[in-house]
C-alpha cells in the first residue's frame, strides 16, 4: 500500500489523473462509436444477433430444476452471461450493479451485506445448495466465491426455512457453479485496475464420458486507497475536531483461492463426486505509530478449507435420490506488525482471534409419484463449532432436521406448493416452518402468491459470548429462542422471449430478534456479583473492577417489519441490443426493547439499477459494449453521531473485444472504467460511507481459453 505521504502526492496529483482518464473515457466512447459505424458498413452474412435469456433454468425454492417462469417461488437470476459482459469478477460488485435488493457496506471486519432491509445474519449465502460458512461479525467472507465457476446466482427475496432451514428469513442466494463438458479446456482470465489491484483467474478442466476433473485458482490484490487524509476524534469532554490520519478508506490486501473437484459416472444412473477448496488472505493495513492516528498493531488474517463427497441415483428421468456430506473450516487470527515486548509479542506472530467448524450431512429425495407432481423429501443434520479466546467461547452446537415439499400441476395453468421443515436445536428448541405458494399462469402472464415462514437459531457467540472491554461487560445468553418470520408476497409477471416485466409486493414479519440490551451495573440488584464474577474471570485489578459501569446482555428483545416492493424489467430490443432495469423500495422499521419504533440500522430504501448492452459479430471478432449503473438513497444509521451515510449514482462502462477465429483457442480482450463520473465521498474518517470507491478507475483484462 503507498505510504501516507505517496497517498498525498496520489491526491494532490489527481486532477492530471482524472484529466488522463477523461481522455481514456472519449477514446473508450469513440472507439465503441466508430467501431460500430464500421459494422454497419461491412458486416457480412455472419452477422451474429445475440439476446439475454429472459427464462433460464433455475432451482432454488423449490429444489427442483425447472424453467424461471414455470417456478411457483418468483427468483432473481443473474446469468454468468450478464457477469461477463459487465466485465465483473468480483461477487460483491455483481450483487451490487445488478441485483437492486442488495446493498454492502465495508468496515475493518468485512462486507457488510443488507437484502430487503434486513441485516446479514438474516441472508442464507449458498454453493450449490450447500451452506457457505465463516464470517466476521457476522459478516460472510466474499473472497471465497470464485466467479470464473459461476453459471448463474439465483436471489430467492424472502423466507427460505422451509427447504433451506436456519438464517433464510431475508433470503437465500444460491451460487450455482458450471462443470464444462469438453473433452479439455483452459481458462485464465487477467483484470488489472487501478490503485495495485490485480485478479487472476485460471481454471483447468477435463471431461471424459465417466471421469470429470475441474481445477480452479484465484489470486486477488490491492494496495488500497485512501480518500480523506483527516479522521474526526472526540475528547473527553465531547469537542469534536479532525486530526490527521493513516486510516484507509479501503485496506489493502493479497488472497489465494484453490478449488479442486472430482466427478465419476459409473452408469448413467449413478454419479458422484468429491470436491475440496482452501483459501487464504492476509490484509495490509497502515502500521501503527504514536504521532499519528488510524495505523494498527496488526494485519488480518484469514484462512480456510473445505471437503465435500456426495453421490446421486436416478431412479428414471425426473426422480433421483442423493447424499451430500460437506465440511467448512474458517480461522481467523491477527498477525503483528508491531512488537509488544510487555506482553511478549514479536513482529510476525499469529493470535488466534476465532475458529469455526461447520459439518453438514443431507439426504434428500426427488420423486415424480404421478403425472403433473413432484415430491421432494430430506433429512439434513447440521454440527458447527466456535472457539473465540476473547469472548470466552469454545461450544458446539448441532441441528436435526426434516423436510418435505410438494408440488402439484393442473390444468396447465395453476401450479401450487406446499411444503414444511422442522428443526430441533440443541438449545433453542424445535420449530416448524411452513410454505404455500400458488402461481396461476394464463398466456404470458404468470401471478404468484406466497406464504412463508423462516427463522435463525441463536449463534454461538450470541448464546455464550463473555467479554469485558473498557467499562462493559458483555454476556450471551443461553436461554435465547429461535428468530423468526412470517412472509408474505404477490407477484405478477409477463414474459416473452423479448420482454420480461415483473412487479413484486412483500410483508416481512420478524419476531424475537436477537439484541443486546446495555444496563448500568448499579441499577441491577446483582451488579456487584457481575462485577466479583468479571474480576476472576478477566483477573482484573480492584481499581480496573471498581470502574466496571455498564452490563450489556443478549435477549430476544426486537420486532422487525419490512414493507416493499420490487420492480424488474428486462428486453431484448433486437439487432445486439438489449436492456434492464430494476427498482427496490425496502420500508425497513424495527421494534425495540422500550417500543419504540425507528428505521434498521444499515437499511437502504431506495435502490436502482440499469444496464445497457450491445454485441456484435463480424467473421471472426465479436464486439461487447456493457454500461451499468447503481443508484441509492441514503443508508440509515439511526443514532449514530455523524448521522446516515449519503446516496449516490455511479456508471461502469465495459468494452470487450473477443476473436473467435481460431479451431481451439479464444481471446477475449476487455478495458473499461469503473464509476465514469468520478463519484467520492472525501469526508474525514468516522462517518458512515455508502460509497468508497476512490473515483474513476481505468482497467484491462484479457482472458485465454483453450477448448478441445
Excluded at 466512447?29 to 458498413?41: E, R, V
Excluded at 483527516?230 to 469537542?239: E, F, M, Q, R
Excluded at 401450487?416 to 420449530?431: F, K, Q, S, T
Excluded at 467473421?619 to 449514530?640: A, E, T, W
Aim: net charge positive.
Amino acid at each position: 500500500m503507498p505510504s501516507r505521504g505517496q497517498e498525498g502526492r496520489l491526491l494532490t496529483h489527481y486532477s492530471k489523473t482524472s484529466m488522463n482518464k477523461r481522455c481514456l473515457l472519449t477514446i473508450l466512447l469513440g472507439g465503441c462509436a466508430a467501431m460500430g459505424a464500421f459494422a454497419q458498413q461491412h458486416a457480412t452474412g455472419k452477422k451474429t444477433e445475440m439476446s439475454v435469456d429472459l427464462n433460464p433454468v433455475v432451482v432454488t425454492g423449490t429444489g427442483t430444476h425447472q424453467r424461471l417462469k414455470n417456478t411457483p417461488a418468483p427468483v432473481e437470476v443473474v446469468t454468468a452471461n450478464e457477469i461477463k459482459k459487465a466485465g465483473i469478477t468480483d461477487f460483491q460488485q455483481a450483487m451490487t450493479m445488478l441485483v437492486p435488493s442488495l446493498s454492502f457496506s465495508t468496515n475493518s471486519m468485512g462486507s457488510y451485506l443488507m437484502m430487503n432491509g434486513l441485516s446479514n445474519k438474516y441472508v442464507l449465502i449458498l454453493i450449490n445448495g450447500r451452506k457457505l460458512t465463516g464470517d466476521t461479525s457476522n459478516n460472510i467472507d466474499l473472497s471465497r466465491i470464485d466467479m470464473s465457476r459461476v453459471k448463474r446466482i439465483e436471489v430467492l427475496d424472502g423466507a427460505g426455512s422451509s427447504l433451506y432451514g436456519s438464517d433464510a428469513i431475508a433470503g437465500v442466494i444460491n451460487i450455482i457453479t458450471n462443470e464444462p463438458k469438453e473433452l479439455m479446456q483452459v481458462t485464465s482470465t487477467t483484470r488489472y485496475e487501478d490503485h495495485r489491484q490485480l485478479t487472476q483467474m485460471v481454471n483447468a478442466d477435463i471431461a471424459t464420458e465417466k471421469f470429470g476433473s475441474y481445477t480452479s485458482y484465484k489470486h486477488e490484490q490491492s494496495a488500497g486507497w485512501q480518500n480523506s487524509d483527516l479522521a474526526y476524534v472526540t475528547d473527553k469532554k465531547g469537542n469534536v475536531s479532525t486530526v490527521p490520519t493513516v486510516s484507509a478508506t479501503s485496506n489493502g490486501f493479497h488472497s489465494n483461492l484453490v478449488n479442486q473437484k472430482f466427478t465419476f459416472e459409473p452408469t448413467e444412473k449413478l454419479s458422484f463426486y468429491a470436491n475440496g477448496g482452501y483459501y487464504w488472505k492476509l490484509t495490509d493495513r497502515p502500521v501503527y505509530t504514536a504521532d499519528i492516528d488510524g495505523g494498527s498493531k496488526y494485519d488480518l488474517h484469514y484462512e480456510s478449507y473445505n471437503f465435500g463427497l456426495g453421490g446421486r441415483y436416478k431412479i428414471n428421468k425426473r426422480s433421483s435420490i442423493q447424499l451430500d456430506l460437506m465440511n467448512d473450516n474458517y480461522m481467523q487470527n491477527y498477525k503483528y506488525t508491531v512488537a509488544d515486548d510487555k506482553n511478549k509479542i514479536a513482529i510476525g506472530d499469529y493470535a488466534k482471534t476465532k475458529e469455526q467448524h461447520f459439518y453438514d450431512a443431507e439426504l434428500k429425495g426427488i420423486f415424480n409419484f404421478a403425472k403433473n407432481n413432484m415430491t421432494v423429501l430430506g433429512v439434513d443434520y447440521r454440527s458447527e463449532s466456535l472457539d473465540r479466546p476473547s469472548a470466552r467461547v469454545d461450544k458446539s452446537v448441532y441441528t436435526a432436521s426434516a423436510y418435505a415439499q410438494h408440488e402439484i400441476k393442473l390444468w396447465n395453468c395453476l401450479t401450487g406448493i406446499a411444503g414444511v421443515r422442522y428443526d430441533y436445536h440443541e438449545l433453542a428448541g424445535g420449530r416448524f416452518t411452513p410454505k404455500l405458494a400458488v402461481m396461476y399462469s394464463v398466456g404470458a402472464f404468470n401471478i404468484r402468491g406466497t406464504y412463508s415462514t423462516g427463522y435463525r437459531a441463536p449463534g454461538l457467540d450470541e448464546l455464550y459470548y463473555y467479554m469485558n472491554k473498557g467499562k462493559t461487560i458483555t454476556q450471551g445468553n443461553k436461554d435465547l429462542k429461535a428468530e423468526h418470520s412470517n412472509y408474505y408476497s404477490v407477484n405478477l409477471e409477463y414474459n416473452t422471449n423479448r420482454l420480461n416485466v415483473s412487479v413484486t409486493g412483500y410483508l416481512n414479519y420478524i419476531d424475537d430478534m436477537i439484541n443486546s440490551t446495555t444496563y448500568r451495573l448499579v441499577d441491577l440488584p446483582n451488579g456487584e456479583e457481575l462485577r466479583a464474577q468479571a474480576q476472576k474471570e478477566f483477573n482484573l485489578t480492584d481499581s480496573e473492577t471498581k470502574a466496571l459501569a455498564n452490563y450489556k446482555l443478549y435477549g430476544n428483545l426486537d420486532k422487525g417489519v419490512v414493507r416493499g416492493f420490487e420492480v424488474n424489467a428486462a428486453t431484448n430490443l433486437g439487432a445486439g441490443f438489449s436492456l434492464n432495469g430494476n427498482y427496490a423500495y425496502a420500508y425497513a422499521r424495527g421494534k425495540s426493547v422500550d417500543g419504540v419504533w425507528g428505521n434498521i440500522d444499515r437499511s437502504v430504501r431506495h435502490t436502482g439499477t440499469v444496464a445497457g448492452n450491445y454485441t456484435h459479430a463480424w467473421n471472426d471478432y465479436m464486439l461487447n459494449v456493457n454500461i451499468n449503473g447503481r443508484f441509492q438513497s441514503k443508508r440509515f444509521h439511526p443514532g449514530h453521531s455523524y448521522g446516515d451515510a449519503p446516496g449516490y449514482g455511479v456508471w461502469n462502462l465495459n468494452v470487450k473485444h473477443s476473436l473467435t477465429g481460431f479451431q481451439h483457442l479464444g481471446l477475449d480482450f476487455g478495458m473499461g472504467l469503473d464509476n465514469i463520473f468520478n463519484k467520492r465521498d472525501t469526508r474525514p474518517n468516522g462517518v458512515n460511507y455508502a460509497l468508497l470507491s476512490p473515483g474513476r478507475m481505468a482497467y484491462v483484462s484479457l482472458t485465454f481459453r483453450f477448448k478441445k
